[in-house]
């Protein structure tokens, strides 16, 4: 499957200028072609001016309204997305969860807009605590809740990017990325959602993703170990180098999926 790899830039940087810089810096670092899926998100403000610095990669959002058009005030429609080219849209990013009381259903009315209309939608899932080894049934049910309605067909243009809400933004503090073997416990916890809304075939179909302090150090373990078919990259993707690195490790390293299916004694899916 074509690894997928998106800087999320959340609200930096300040101006117009250095995000054109950046978007800049960050097309130095990848590889030409960049034998992958490179998607950058830049705030919505700065849509505009990033777009037309990116060549090898591709321009993302990071949330969009459920509404085509009319009376929202704040709204971002698909219809002014589309109209600037974005290819992929981050929905349901545990920062709008939490702070912007984004519940499953609105999740779940985004997802259906973005796969009948487009951009592309990343749908993020992800528990709020750690607990401990098992990935929580909150995860699940996130992904079934965001499908309710979804068109089998439609799930071909779909990412989930697990985001363990007590991984993100903590690359400078103790806690750290999620482990690889958690990591992957919870693409096969996600493939099994996918797989018992729909079928195995469908789940196969999904790009699974991981988020919460990527990192040039992580990366390889996340794809490898994790089984993971990319990133969505937080802080390290205001970095262009580190992001290059990023993205150059998730290409070439292979996933070591049976080894690890057979290593850690997981249930196959059903
Ligand atoms: P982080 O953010 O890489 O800074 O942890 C990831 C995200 O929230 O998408």
Redesign the pocket.
Same mark, same amino acid.
């Given at each position: 499957m074509r690894k997928i790899i998106i800087a999320?830039w959340?609200m930096h940087p300040d101006t117009p200028e250095a995000a054109s810089a950046l978007a800049i810096a960050i097309e130095k670092e990848l590889p030409s072609p960049p034998g992958a899926d490179v998607v950058v998100a830049p705030p919505v403000s700065f849509l505009m001016p990033v777009a037309g610095m990116l060549k090898k990669s591709m321009l993302g959002a990071q949330d969009m309204s459920a509404e085509g058009q009319g009376a929202l005030t704040g709204g971002v429609s698909w219809r002014e997305l589309a109209a600037l080219n974005v290819r992929f849209v981050i929905i349901g990013?545990?920062?709008r969860r939490i702070n912007c009381g984004e519940t499953d259903e609105i999740v779940n009315k985004k997802i259906r807009t973005a796969l009948v209309h487009g951009p592309a939608p990343v749908l993020?899932v992800g528990e709020r605590d750690y607990t401990d080894a098992d990935i929580p049934p909150m995860v699940s049910d996130q992904v079934r809740l965001a499908l309710a309605g979804v068109k089998k067909e439609s799930l071909k243009n779909l990412v989930i990017?697990y985001?363990p809400v007590w991984?993100?933004?903590?690359?400078t503090q103790s806690a750290g990325a999620d482990t690889p073997e958690r990591i992957f416990r919870a693409r096969l916890t996600i493939e099994k959602a996918i797989a018992d809304a729909y079928d195995q075939a469908a789940a196969k179909k999904v790009r699974i993703i991981y =988020? +919460?302090?990527?990192s040039a150090r992580n990366i390889a373990a996340i794809v490898g170990e994790g089984h993971m078919d990319g990133a969505?990259? =937080? +802080?390290?993707?205001l970095r262009a180098e580190e992001f290059g690195v990023i993205v150059r490790r998730a290409i070439e390293t292979r996933s070591i999926e049976k080894r690890r299916r057979g290593a850690i004694n997981l249930r196959p899916l059903a």
């Open positions: 999320n959340k990013h545990s920062e993020c990017a985001e991984a993100i933004s903590t690359a =988020g +919460g302090s990527v969505l990259v =937080g +802080g390290a993707s």
